[in-house]
């Protein structure tokens, strides 16, 4: 497709689950980064990918939380022993090289997670 | 450290009327700001930009650095601009978010 896919689009789970959301961005798009937004926080910026390696990760709220990415394309964001406060729309975004100059991110339509 | 703020959680507006949209951010370093906005049941897409210095269906957004604010504004707003907003910085390769301002515009 021509933009940025996720899924699931909705994922409901009980509190102590694992879930994985799945983010595959715009043909070759080197940049990929992960947000979550939710009531009140606004987007809250998680991990950033450049091809496949992960520089900067410092958005990860705990160590339940992990994300990788293959082959240059495909991310996936794991969240491990899911908690109530886990709920959140999750955002990925592709850019085709890190923001350079345009500051322009192409978002998918995100992973809404409800733990309940 | 880098941070964007968006005081306004809900702003409303009858048609017509002029939106301002607040933005301030704290950067100690050369700020590049952005809009994004998020319609009903469509993606977070890029607004504008300061730097392209553009008006964008009709909004505009000046950066003042005296006052470290980049709101947004347009003079006549119109139904079809209720949506929710996000003022961006962007620090080398990640984009720091506000809060976001959700608008409704009314008839």
């Known amino acids: 497709g021509a933009g940025v896919s996720q899924s699931p689009s909705n994922k409901v789970t009980e509190k102590g689950k694992d879930v994985e959301l799945r983010c595959d961005p715009i043909?070759?798009?080197?940049?990929l980064y992960w947000y979550r937004q939710s009531l009140g926080q606004g987007l809250e910026f998680l991990i950033y990918?450049?091809?496949?390696?992960?520089?900067?990760k410092s958005g990860l709220p705990s160590d339940r939380f992990s994300a990788e990415r293959t082959g240059g394309s495909v991310s996936t964001l794991t969240i491990q022993r899911t908690q109530q406060e886990d709920s959140a729309v999750y955002l990925c975004?592709?850019?085709?090289?890190?923001?350079?100059?345009?500051?322009?991110?192409?978002f998918g339509e995100g992973s809404r997670l409800t733990v309940l | 450290a880098q941070r964007v703020t968006q005081p306004e959680k809900l702003l409303s507006v009858f048609k017509g009327a002029p939106v301002e949209l607040k933005c301030n951010y704290s950067?100690?370093?050369?700020?590049?700001l952005f809009w994004y906005v998020q319609y009903s049941r469509q993606r977070l897409q890029l607004l504008l930009r300061?730097?392209s210095r553009e008006s964008i269906k009709g909004f505009t957004a000046d950066l003042n650095k005296g006052e470290t604010s980049f709101h947004l504004k347009k003079p006549f707003a119109q139904e079809e601009d209720s949506a929710m907003y996000y003022c961006?910085?962007?620090?080398?390769?990640?984009?720091?978010f506000g809060a976001g301002t959700t608008v409704t515009v009314r008839a």
């Open positions: 975004a592709s850019s085709l090289r890190p923001l350079l100059n345009t500051g322009e991110l192409f």
């Open positions: 043909s070759g798009h080197t940049a």
């Open positions: 990918f450049q091809g496949n390696s992960a520089p900067d």
């Open positions: 950067y100690s370093g050369s700020p590049e």
């Open positions: 300061h730097i």
């Open positions: 961006a910085l962007r620090v080398d390769y990640k984009l720091s």
